[in-house]
């Protein structure tokens, strides 16, 4: 399958503990994004790179979120200390971004449905 | 009131029947993406369009710029076109980094 992948699928974790959740994404990919839906909304924009570096962060991304692409490869979202508003659906996305393209298609990844007890 | 609006929220349609699917966006986008998303989260892109009007099998997607309206179409709808609808517009600008989403439409075909 060389699709976007995530892992793991679902996490149910203690409130206050910490959680990393991985995507790996296409493989040429050159831009990595991560966004985050809760129940009957749509998904919400938290952070995205382009190769290793991270481009932009909403106001969403408080300080306990942390998001890394070390490699420009695959991708490291954290959350510590976690809190039951944090109980969503992690989403990532990635695309191929060229110089000179007006814009780039995003393709998803299945998710990781957190749950915060 | 969201940068991007999507009527109807919900949809119940029997099998066969033509479907319409609005969006609206008060932001300037440089283009804008019609997502398809299954019970259980996944999420498929279906179109990727700026201007005019684009076909996928029973799928039509339209989009009007100045107006800043789009409309996903599905033709003899099916069951398994059931799922919520979701456009979505790439935010103008610089970076080009973010998608601003719609709440989605949940689509429901009767057999």
């Known amino acids: 399958d060389t699709g976007v992948s995530q892992d793991p699928r679902h996490k149910i974790t203690k409130r206050g503990q910490n959680v990393t959740f991985r995507c790996d994404p296409i493989s040429e990919h050159n831009r990595l994004y991560w966004y985050r839906q809760t129940l009957g909304q749509g998904p919400e924009f938290l952070t995205y790179?382009?190769?290793?570096?991270?481009?932009?962060k909403s106001r969403l991304l408080s300080d306990r979120f942390s998001a890394e692409r070390p490699k420009g490869s695959f991708s490291t979202l954290e959350i510590q200390r976690t809190e039951q508003g944090d109980s969503a659906m992690y989403l990532c996305a990635s695309s191929l971004k060229y110089r000179l393209a007006p814009y780039n298609e995003q393709f998803f990844g299945p998710g990781t449905r957190l749950t915060v007890l | 009131k969201n940068e991007v609006e999507q009527s109807p929220q919900n949809l119940t349609a029997q099998e066969g029947e033509f479907i319409t699917i609005n969006c609206s966006y008060s932001v300037g986008i440089s283009a804008l993406h019609w997502l398809q998303q299954h019970p259980g989260g996944g999420i498929v892109s279906l179109f990727m369009l700026s201007s005019g009007k684009k076909k996928h099998g029973r799928l039509i997607a339209t989009i009007n710029i100045q107006e800043k309206h789009s409309s996903l179409h599905i033709t003899a709808s099916h069951p398994r076109d059931s799922a919520v609808y979701i456009c979505a517009g790439l935010n103008y600008g610089g970076s080009q980094g973010n998608l601003i989403f719609g709440k989605g439409t949940k689509l429901s075909v009767k057999p």
């Open positions: 790179f382009q190769n290793e570096a991270q481009l932009e």
